[in-house]
T-cell receptor, first 114, second 115 residues
Framework: KNQVEQSPQSLIILEGKNCTLQCNYTVSPFSNLRWYKQDTGRGPVSLTIMTFSENTKSNGRYTATLDADTKQSSLHITASQLSDSASYICVVTFFSGGYNKLIFGAGTRLAVHP | EAQVTQNPRYLITVTGKKLTVTCSQNMNHEYMSWYRQDPGLGLRQIYYSMNVEVTDKGDVPEGYKVSRKEKRNFPLILESPSPNQTSLYFC??????????????FGPGTRLTVL
């Protein structure tokens, strides 16, 4: 069964600290993996995208990694800021029935405290 | 400004009273989709549309209808809402589904409460 699992469910860190969020998937055949940031009450916004051949992608203080062999991805946030408080969603795209389809993880809720 | 808009943003209704949530995008995207988001669960796809007049069921289509008569609009219809449809709804659009870089652009969400 195609699944995307994220850990931890929630995380609290102090401002300025680093953190790493995990995403494990069992989706096949894999097309790409994207990390979204969702602020409370808003729609998700794309942070990074990686295809099978890419194993790291950065967007400012956000760095995503992908290990397609173990089907694991991580999102590392450096020098966290209060504005990083949000849910982070891992989305895996796979090819089925002639189309790309999306599987969403449940997300990790991050709270950055001063 | 490129965007996906949804209306209304908040809605409280009663069981059985038909309602429509509108969705519009101004990016000339072919692919549009509706999702619902419930606590502890990931976004779940309700319906999607590949292009005008082409729609298909997602993972949780029961109790919902959609139509795609114009490229920019993709309304979500609840003919007879029930309390288990209380949720946060998102509309999204993307250039297509065949491309590798199929970024979904999400609307601001509609919080629906069915009493």
């Amino acid at each position: 069964k195609n699944q995307v699992e994220q850990s931890p469910q929630s995380l609290i860190i102090l401002e300025g600290k680093n953190c790493t969020l995990q995403c494990n998937y069992t989706v096949s055949p894999f097309s790409n993996l994207r990390w979204y940031k969702q602020d409370t009450g808003r729609g998700p916004v794309s942070l990074t995208i990686m295809t099978f051949s890419e194993n790291t992608k950065s967007n400012g203080r956000y760095t995503a990694t992908l290990d397609a062999d173990t089907k694991q991805s991580s999102l590392h946030i450096t020098a966290s800021q209060l504005s990083d408080s949000a849910s982070y969603i891992c989305v895996v795209t796979f090819f089925s029935g002639g189309y790309n389809k999306l599987i969403f993880g449940a997300g990790t809720r991050l709270a950055v405290h001063p | 400004e490129a965007q996906v808009t949804q209306n209304p943003r908040y809605l409280i209704t009663v069981t059985g009273k038909k309602l429509t949530v509108t969705c519009s995008q101004n990016m000339n995207h072919e692919y549009m989709s509706w999702y619902r988001q419930d606590p502890g669960l990931g976004l779940r796809q309700i319906y999607y549309s590949m292009n005008v007049e082409v729609t298909d069921k997602g993972d949780v289509p029961e109790g919902y209808k959609v139509s795609r008569k114009e490229k920019r609009n993709f309304p979500l219809i609840l003919e007879s809402p029930s309390p288990n449809q209380t949720s946060l709804y998102f509309c999204a659009s993307s250039l297509g589904v065949g491309a590798t870089y199929n970024e979904q652009f999400f609307g601001p969400g509609t919080r629906l409460t069915v009493l």
